[in-house]
């Protein structure tokens, strides 16, 4: 599994060099347990890492507030120096209490800390692309967001960090950030069960913006569908790769980010980029959300 085929395609994101393969990976459970303190077995979370890049994954989410810090310190561990073409992709906008509660922190200081805590436990000059994260858990939250992404374009311009995107926004805090600096790449919660952003994710589309959803299996509460069980069986496939499959076809400019801290689920997850979706299939699965893409 070393070629773009593989993995879903490719997809370019715009005004970027990057070209990623749409089937990536996300860090995130690869800290300790809720995301806080380190993982319980280190070595295995190294291994998932170097099992993805081998893969041919070249497109990794992560953020300095995992752990705090301990994702971070892993990636570099497992792969620094990192692979020609690898595109670490990190956000900022919140950090951690020593308790391990999340704390929305969008503040200039913040924000400020956050990419330099990115840069410092990633080993790197620059940061490919920062996601400003707004909003609330799962849903965004409407209001401004100039202020803490005029601080992110200000850094950006100091040279810290290459291309910027944003994370869990509505359409028009984009078109508000679009007004101060261009947006590579937005990250919201969607997958085949919670589709609030289709036209949203079609707009997205037409700009060539890259949507990465994240939750693409059901977040805290793992998808649970019938007709999701059913499709499986027929393809010899798990409910959670047909999931995924289902988000490969929905739009081009999907990429993948799911997460694991096991090999085996990686390589599972990994194979969901090669099913293929009949036209039958796809009108069962989109009536679980009681639309059709």
Known sequence: MSNSTNLGGIFTLIGTPFTVNRMGYGAMQL???????????????????????????????????YGPHVTNQIIKEALHPYKAGLVIVTKVGARRGDDGSWIMDSS??????????????LS??????VNLRVGGVTAPTEGSIEEPFTVLSELQRQGHIRHLGLSNVTPAQLAE?????????????YNIA?????????????????????????????????????????LGATPMQVALAWLMQRSP??????????VAHLRENIAAAGIKLTPEILNSLNAIAGTAA
Do not use: M, W
């Open 31 to 65: 800290a300790g347990p809720h995301v806080f303190g380190p993982p319980k077995d280190r070595p295995a979370a190294l291994a998932v890492l170097r099992d993805a890049v081998a893969a041919g994954v070249n497109h990794i989410d992560t953020s300095d507030f």
């Open 253 to 262: 400019n999907i990429l993948l980010i799911p997460g694991t801290s096991s």
């Open 108 to 121: 200039r200081q913040g924000l400020i800390d956050g990419v330099h805590d990115n840069l410092r436990n």
């Open 124 to 129: 790197v000059d620059a940061l490919d692309v």
């Open 194 to 234: 919670n589709r609030i952003d289709d036209s949203f994710l079609d707009s997205l589309a037409t700009q060539g913006i890259a949507y990465v959803p994240f939750f693409p299996l059901g977040g805290f509460t793992p998808l649970q569908s019938t007709s999701l069980e059913a499709a499986a069986t027929s």
């Open 177 to 189: 950030a679009q007004k101060i600096a261009p947006v590579v790449c937005i990250q919201n919660f």
